[in-house]
């Protein structure tokens, strides 16, 4: 290494005390800045969990639905006006929602139910154990073997429970790739079993999935089903529209958002003033420096550098905490939505970024404008 | 002549402010030189070794350093004329306090860019030389104010400066201790390929000097120059 960034290592070092506020600072700001993102990531992420894990391409939906948590049933002839839509390739039914499971113990748990199209079984599970031809046997339901099994009292093949007053059997294990937001089992049925079981409106469709021919159809049906009255939307676009409930009319994106500021405002002022006392520490020494024959270019180096240093340690400390906290907790509570993504990280590597350059930038305005005769003169 | 200066003027402040710390200054120095310029204090003697070091502009006046007229170069070309010609020993030497002595007598040759590990061996052998050498991994503040003095002359002496600088050396030292580095810096520094300029109003080491000049509110006083044996 340089011999005068090696040179500004010890000084900052060697200061042990204002070296450790420094880090600590940036290490605080850098912790809750991940857990708060990803914290809300988490939750965004399986919020969305019915989309991902179903897969289609097209979702009709009433209009008024906001997330796939919750649904609002339509009238069974939407059905039919929607596969009469130029340009849809197939479109299938989907149920979705809670049914009360009576466990043999006696206890009651709640679970979503999701009924897929009796014909296509559009939408199934990856299977783990069992068939999937059996969700046509009496009663058949498949659980999906996540962190909320257990809930059911760990159902295998053949354990029978009742589900809203009917008798229910597991025909299957199933995995899916998201788990849900709210710590519910899920169980997948036939649609035509789903809607007899759970009688609760007169309407039972809440979903209608529709694979388009080609993406140039993608617009066209969504055109056909507002004419209908109804809303179309490709599963990213279900996506977006999830995340930017739970981001702005929850207030929950926007409550995230500013504890993230808020965050890195105190990081901010610590870093920054801490480092500003540090260099008007050695203010007298990097003036004495530059009467030596050091370049201003060469005292910018060696500060940019300081503040790089604590940067980077305070960010990975930062991070390794909190993903090590997130672990953890993960491990204890397996529903635990905090998840760090790309996303999360490079946002707190743009706040620390932006706490080293401010505090760099103050030190370098101070340096650069010392004058060695006034540390000459003494 | 390793040094000329011709006509130096330099003011501070403006209007009712206004004060002249020198006033048509001239003066050489020659090779071989121990010159100290004594004289009252606010006399200008500070402002003077600053901007023959290439610290201060000058008003007006031209600087010749080993024929280099030093204030017709730009700011990094002056860092780098100080750093290749001038080597300093400040009033309150300006050590740093969270380096070793070692580390800080290195500095100047880091400045240049040499090798860490060279830079580190020829800071020790120079600590050797001021009789440091059990001290090197100490921090300024554990060692005595003749001692940082020493770690500071090493530091200004360690990449063989041409020209060296010292302003009121001996101010914050016993009158020993004091006596006993000028004398050390005489004995062991002064040569014929360089030369030392001394700043005091200290009569004790006045007995060190090869010539000596007295300033008094911003000029050299004429006819007070005196030229003893070297
Ligand atoms: N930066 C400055 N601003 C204003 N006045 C100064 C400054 N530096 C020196 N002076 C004035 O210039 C005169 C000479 O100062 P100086 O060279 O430090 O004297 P000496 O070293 O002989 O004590 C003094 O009157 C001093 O007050
Ligand atoms: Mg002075």
Redesign the interface.
């Known amino acids: 290494m340089?011999?005068?960034l090696?040179?500004a290592l010890?000084?900052l070092l060697?200061?042990r005390g204002k070296f450790a506020t420094l880090v600590l600072g940036i290490t605080f700001s850098a912790f809750l800045i991940m857990q708060m993102t990803s914290m809300f990531s988490g939750v965004l992420y399986q919020s969305s969990a019915n989309i991902v894990n179903i897969g289609a391409k097209m979702w009709v939906m009433d209009p008024a639905v906001e997330t796939p948590q919750n649904s609002i049933p339509m009238p069974d002839d939407v059905l039919d006006a929607v596969r009469s839509i130029p340009g849809v390739k197939f479109a299938v039914p989907l149920y979705v929602g809670a049914g009360l499971v009576k466990l043999r113990d006696g206890t009651y748990q709640s679970a979503t139910i999701i009924g897929l199209d009796d014909a296509t079984l559009f939408g199934r599970p990856k299977i783990i154990a069992g068939n999937i031809l059996d969700i046509y046997k009496n009663n058949a339901f498949i659980v999906v073997k996540d962190s909320n099994y257990r809930m059911l009292g760990s159902p295998k093949i053949g354990t029978s429970f009742e589900i809203n007053d009917h008798r229910a059997v597991i025909a299957a294990l199933a995995h899916t790739s998201v788990p849900g937001l709210f710590g519910l089992p899920t169980l997948y049925t036939t649609y035509t079993r789903a809607t007899q079981d759970m009688p609760s409106t007169r309407y039972m469709t809440s979903y209608i999935l529709v694979q388009p021919k080609g993406a140039a159809d993608i617009m066209p049906i969504e055109a056909a089903v507002k004419r209908l009255g109804y809303l179309a939307l490709t599963d990213r676009q279900f996506v977006a529209r999830n995340d930017n409930f739970y981001e702005y009319k929850t207030g929950m994106g926007t409550n995230i958002l500013m504890m993230t500021l808020i965050s890195f405002i105190v990081g901010l002022s610590i870093a920054g003033e801490t480092f500003y006392m540090f260099i008007l520490d050695?203010l007298?020494?990097f003036?004495?420096?530059?009467?030596?024959?050091?370049?201003?270019?060469?005292l910018i180096q060696m500060i940019m550098f300081q503040a790089l240093v604590v940067g980077f340690l305070g960010f990975g400390f930062g991070v390794l905490l909190s993903s090590g906290l997130i672990a953890i907790a993960k491990i204890r509570i397996p529903n635990y939505a905090a998840m760090v993504t790309y996303g999360t990280l490079l946002l707190a590597f743009g706040m620390v970024g932006v706490i080293s350059i401010f505090s760099s930038y103050i030190g370098i305005r101070k340096v650069t404008r010392i004058d060695?005769?006034d540390?000459?003169?003494? | 002549m390793i040094l000329t200066a011709t006509g130096i003027t330099k003011h501070f402040g403006e209007a009712q402010s206004l004060t002249y710390a020198l006033r048509d200054v001239s003066l050489s120095v020659d090779f071989g030189e121990m010159l100290y310029i004594v004289g009252p204090s606010g006399s200008g003697k500070?402002t003077l070794?600053?901007i023959i070091s290439g610290?201060?502009r000058p008003d007006a006046g031209r600087v010749v350093v080993k024929d280099r007229d030093i204030w017709s170069l730009d700011?990094?070309s002056l860092?780098?004329?100080?750093?290749?010609t001038?080597g300093?020993v400040?009033?309150?030497y300006?050590?740093?306090p969270?380096?070793t002595a070692l580390?800080n007598v290195?500095?100047?040759l880091?400045?240049r860019?040499?090798?860490?590990g060279k830079?580190l061996a020829d800071a020790g052998k120079m600590l050797q030389i001021v009789g440091l050498a059990q001290k090197q991994t100490l921090a300024p503040v554990k060692l005595s104010g003749g001692e940082q003095q020493r770690v500071a002359i090493a530091r200004a002496i360690v990449a063989e400066p041409d020209l060296l600088i010292l302003?009121e050396p001996t101010a914050s030292l016993d009158g020993e201790t004091g006596r006993k580095i000028v004398a050390f810096v005489k004995e062991n520094i002064l040569n014929e390929h360089r030369a030392i300029i001394i700043v005091t109003h200290d009569s004790r080491i006045y007995e060190y000097a090869t010539r000596m000049i007295r300033m008094e509110d911003g000029r050299i006083v004429p006819g007070q120059e005196a030229v003893y044996e070297k």
């Open positions: 340089n011999g005068l090696r040179i010890k000084l060697n200061d050695n007298a020494h003036g004495a420096l530059k009467a030596i024959g050091a370049k201003s270019t060469e060695p005769f540390v000459f003169r003494g | 500070t070794l600053s610290i201060l700011a990094d860092a780098g004329f100080r750093l290749q001038i300093f400040f009033q309150d300006h050590l740093f969270r380096l580390e290195a500095i100047p880091i400045l860019r040499e090798p860490w830079c302003d």
